[in-house]
């Protein structure tokens, strides 16, 4: 991005902020008012009105219901005095329905609060003229317990006689004397007093009539939502045309409040892409030639990570001059990732947008979220499910940041199918392995089943060894970006902290200190024959998960201290450690535990979250078909050829009930727990895998490396769509 100044005289500005609006490259600085000698523009005349007139346009648009996604028209060429006529005259029909829309809607509430309050006296069964214009008598209406009011009643001082008339809900009490203090003795009788209404009609009749005018007022409102109706449909391509042609106008006459100003002159401000400063710089030359001067002041360009200054030159204008920005002179961002990318942009923005400074952490996300969510779910049922509520956001939702995460919400899903096909599950069961595997058994397990428990301290470890890349990769980015301040700083700042995470765990995965570390760290991912360093023992097939034949990495031990080996893996975290402290003064001896251990530990809620989900799944589809324990493996009863033996059975499940109603409540029953449990297990999968993931990203992975606090590129200037150019 290039820094460019705009100087000129204040005889060609309309023309210079025409010309750029039309271009609309440049991203104008707002001045800060610090120059001496130079004020703030002040608007072009008419700039108030045209305002107004937008904010006139705006308030129909939204009394009308207008939307501009569904204009399919052809761009308007709209007059000034045709747009204010026209203007007038619709906001004087729809303010006129608009009025009589909000008369009728106050009418209405009335009409049906009147309703509300003499229903109930239809109930009762007496003329509302009989309950009212007593000297003698106190009457109350209301609500409540018969025998509670009975009691309350007899029981009130003050109370001569009373009568009792209602048979429901509703009651009616005739008092004497009429001065009897019974409504606030009625109050602990649970009793709700209504309103009398004040009419001579029956109950009955008065009821009709409320409902006729309820009706009468219904219709005429509808009747006015359909003139709204046909006002929209008939003025919608002029009111977004209007709408765009102010806006337009408005931002053209609101510009010179962002230039600095003398009596003469003029200086406008802002950034552009560096290869479009020509463009700009051509077309002001082609448009007011040598009454403009425009200038490069300097290039921020993005090398290795960093905004690269390349100067500022003096700006000078009517005898003032200016060697600062006009505000801080933070360049805008534009991030540029590919398609698929570009949904996981609103991700990172949740945080804060990259600053321009910044290497953009988007693309990271994209290739590592998915995989955590898909990872901790593996289920290709759920998959399909995610996939499908995905592409519906996408294609249905009109907010930007809604169809993003729909998007992140597909590939989510994919990732989640994939992983589900290599698990060999379709909502926990495990009949899709054995339908698409020749041997019965999928390539991955989770490590649920008995037979398969190495698999679960497997992943653990597979866990804390992508919280290590994952973090050294976070350490990486921060390299990048300090190398602004050099490779020394950077190695001090960030390589320190990349050499002790490596090797820390490179000394826990060492044959040093074994008593401390537990033995599956060097079994699951040995080679059947190798020695377990731990127990000193041979590795047995059984324990390994994968072979791939590590079974820890060797102790190089330079020399002891009192009988303890020191090797040179820990001498390089010691060193690694001494660094960090250096870099970080004291507070690093505690981030060295926080970061270089515990963010690591942080990763084993995948497999925590993989476990977690996995056996709700498998506790949901126990429950209805039943499931009976062989070769250490669990079997579903329903799928089952042949019929367990009882000593075996872990639940006989609820379709699995013999007999006449047993049998089809079971089978309602189970049809009804293992829709609502899956549908637990999936809504759980986003608040927990997803958050879980999300939470790994934020705070594990761009703690270590991002700040934001970046600004859009947006170029003054308004791109077209329901006018046509003038």
């Given at each position: 991005?290039?820094?460019?100044?705009?100087?000129?005289?204040?005889?060609?500005?309309?023309?210079?902020?025409?010309?750029?609006?039309?271009?609309?490259?440049?991203?104008?600085?707002?001045?800060?008012?610090?120059?001496?000698?130079?004020?703030?523009?002040?608007?072009?005349?008419?700039?108030?009105?045209?305002?107004?007139?937008?904010?006139?346009?705006?308030?129909?648009?939204?009394?009308?219901?207008?939307?501009?996604?569904?204009?399919?028209?052809?761009?308007?060429?709209?007059?000034?005095?045709?747009?204010?006529?026209?203007?007038?005259?619709?906001?004087?029909e729809v303010n006129a329905l608009d009025d009589r829309q909000d008369e009728l809607e106050s009418d209405l509430r009335e009409v049906e609060e009147s309703l509300n309050g003499v229903e109930p006296f239809v109930d009762l069964g007496i003329d509302l003229d009989l309950l009212q214009g007593y000297d003698n008598l106190t009457v109350i209406v209301g609500q409540g317990d018969r025998d509670e009011v009975r009691r309350t009643l007899v029981e009130t001082d003050g109370v001569d006689q009373y009568q009792l008339f209602g048979d429901g809900e509703t009651l009616a009490a005739f008092v004497a004397p009429a001065d009897a203090a019974v409504s606030d003795a009625l109050v602990s009788a649970d009793f709700t007093q209504l309103e009398i209404p004040d009419t001579d009609a029956d109950p009955e009749g008065y009821v009709a009539d409320l409902r006729d005018q309820k009706e009468s007022i219904e219709a005429e409102l509808e009747d006015i939502e359909a003139e709204l109706a046909d006002l929209a449909d008939e003025h919608a391509e002029f009111l977004l045309a209007a709408e765009e042609r102010l806006t337009i106008d408005v931002q053209k006459r609101e510009a010179p409040l962002s230039f600095a100003t003398t009596r003469n002159a003029f200086v406008a401000e802002g950034w552009l892409p560096s290869e479009q400063y020509l463009d700009l710089a051509e077309r002001l030359k082609d448009r007011v030639g040598d009454h403009v001067d425009v200038e490069e002041l300097e290039q921020a360009e993005y090398e290795d990570g960093h905004a690269a200054d390349h100067g500022t030159e003096e700006v000078a204008a009517d005898g003032g001059h200016a060697e600062q920005p006009m505000s801080d002179g933070t360049p805008p961002v534009v991030q540029d990732n590919p398609g698929p990318v570009k949904p996981f942009e609103s991700l990172v923005a949740v945080l804060n947008k990259p600053k321009y400074s910044e290497l953009d952490p988007t693309i990271v996300f994209f290739l590592t979220f998915p995989v955590f969510f898909g990872f901790m779910i593996g289920d290709l049922g759920y998959g399909l499910i995610y996939m499908g509520i995905g592409y519906l956001m996408m294609r249905s939702l009109d907010s930007d940041i809604m169809r993003a995460l729909g998007a992140v919400g597909l590939l989510s899903g994919f990732f989640t199918a994939v992983f589900g096909v290599l698990y060999g599950e379709f909502f926990g069961l495990h009949q899709l392995g054995y339908a698409i595997y020749p041997s019965g058994s999928a390539p991955m397990h989770k490590g649920l089943q008995p037979y398969y428990q190495e698999y679960a301290l497997a992943w653990m470890m597979l866990s804390v060894v992508v919280g290590v890349l994952h973090l050294v990769a976070g350490r990486v980015l921060d390299f990048v970006n300090n190398l602004k301040h050099g490779v020394g700083e950077a190695f001090m700042e960030s390589g320190s902290w990349i050499l002790f995470t490596v090797s820390l765990w490179a000394w826990i995965l060492s044959h040093t200190a074994l008593s401390a570390k537990p033995d599956f760290l060097f079994t699951s991912f040995a080679q059947a024959g190798q020695t377990n360093p731990v127990t000193g023992a041979t590795i047995e097939s059984s324990e390994v998960v994968y072979s791939l034949g590590f079974n820890g990495f060797p102790a190089i031990d330079v020399f002891s201290v009192a009988g303890f080996a020191i090797d040179a893996v820990l001498l390089v975290v010691?060193?690694?450690?001494?660094?960090?402290?250096?870099?970080?003064?004291?507070?690093?001896?505690?981030?060295?535990?926080?970061?270089?251990?515990?963010?690591?530990?942080?990763?084993?809620?995948?497999?925590?979250?993989?476990?977690?989900?996995?056996?709700?799944?498998?506790?949901?589809?126990?429950?209805?078909?039943?499931?009976?324990?062989?070769?250490?493996?669990?079997?579903?009863?329903?799928?089952?050829?042949?019929?367990?033996?009882?000593?075996?059975?872990?639940?006989?499940?609820?379709?699995?009930?013999?007999?006449?109603?047993?049998?089809?409540?079971?089978?309602?029953?189970?049809?009804?727990?293992?829709?609502?449990?899956?549908?637990?297990?999936?809504?759980?999968?986003?608040?927990?895998?997803?958050?879980?993931?999300?939470?790994?990203?934020?705070?594990?992975?761009?703690?270590?490396?991002?700040?934001?606090?970046?600004?859009?590129?947006?170029?003054?200037?308004?791109?077209?769509?329901?006018?046509?150019?003038?």
């Open positions: 991005m290039s820094r460019v100044s705009v100087t000129g005289s204040k005889r060609v500005m309309d023309e210079v902020i025409e010309t750029i609006h039309e271009l609309r490259l440049f991203d104008m600085t707002d001045y800060d008012g610090e120059w001496e000698g130079f004020q703030p523009g002040d608007p072009v005349e008419g700039a108030e009105d045209a305002s107004e007139k937008l904010v006139t346009v705006r308030s129909l648009e939204s009394l009308l219901d207008i939307d501009g996604d569904d204009f399919e028209g052809d761009p308007l060429r709209l007059d000034d005095a045709d747009l204010a006529d026209r203007l007038a005259a619709i906001r004087t010691v060193a690694s450690l001494a660094l960090v402290i250096k870099a970080e003064g004291g507070i690093g001896l505690v981030e060295s535990v926080t970061q270089g251990f515990g963010h690591v530990i942080s990763y084993a809620r995948i497999a925590a979250v993989l476990l977690a989900k996995a056996g709700m799944a498998l506790a949901v589809n126990l429950l209805v078909f039943g499931a009976y324990l062989e070769g250490g493996e669990f079997h579903l009863i329903f799928f089952s050829d042949h019929a367990p033996a009882a000593e075996n059975v872990v639940f006989s499940g609820l379709v699995n009930v013999d007999g006449g109603l047993a049998m089809v409540l079971g089978l309602l029953a189970g049809i009804l727990v293992l829709v609502l449990g899956h549908m637990l297990v999936l809504v759980l999968g986003v608040t927990s895998a997803g958050l879980q993931a999300v939470r790994l990203e934020y705070v594990e992975f761009f703690g270590k490396f991002y700040e934001g606090g970046g600004r859009d590129y947006t170029p003054f200037g308004q791109e077209r769509r329901y006018t046509a150019d003038e």
